[in-house]
């Protein structure tokens, strides 16, 4: 069984950073790709970011190309998203995700690629 626990959400004003972090406990991190989701208030559970087990591929929802950015330490078990130029329609909880994987250089892009999931950290953006 995989513990992931998300942190580093918080309320920002549009324009500034957030660095999310997801640390997972329970088996070894580098087989499994992971990625982030988030769902906002009435809204669809919508792909965000994924990394592979090697950390050498990743992907990204159109919206958040280019502003954010997803990376992963093997050795502290932990993949971070680091958020820039955050904007109002960024605003959501925020969940990790992570898919036991013997591929190395697979991203998925899916919900129901994932099998583990954490509780989710909230990020706010006001205007």
């Known amino acids: 069984q995989v513990r992931l626990v998300e942190s580093g959400g918080g309320l920002v004003q549009a324009g500034a950073s957030l660095r999310l972090s997801c640390t997972a406990s329970?088996?070894?991190?580098?087989?499994?790709?992971m990625g982030w989701f988030r769902q906002a208030p009435g809204k669809e559970h919508e792909f965000v970011t994924a990394?592979?087990?090697?950390?050498?591929?990743?992907s990204f929802r159109d919206s958040v190309k280019g502003r954010f950015t997803i990376s992963r330490d093997n050795a502290k078990n932990t993949v971070y998203l680091q958020m820039n130029s955050l904007k109002p329609e960024d605003s959501a909880v925020y969940y990790c995700?992570?898919?036991?994987?013997?591929?190395?250089?697979?991203?998925?892009?899916?919900?129901?690629?994932?099998?583990?999931w954490g509780q989710g950290t909230q990020v706010i953006v006001s205007s």
């Open positions: 329970g088996s070894t991190f580098s087989i499994f790709a």
């Open positions: 990394i592979t087990r090697s950390g050498g591929s990743t």
């Open positions: 995700a992570a898919r036991r994987t013997t591929y190395l250089s697979t991203a998925y892009v899916l919900r129901s690629d994932y099998e583990y």
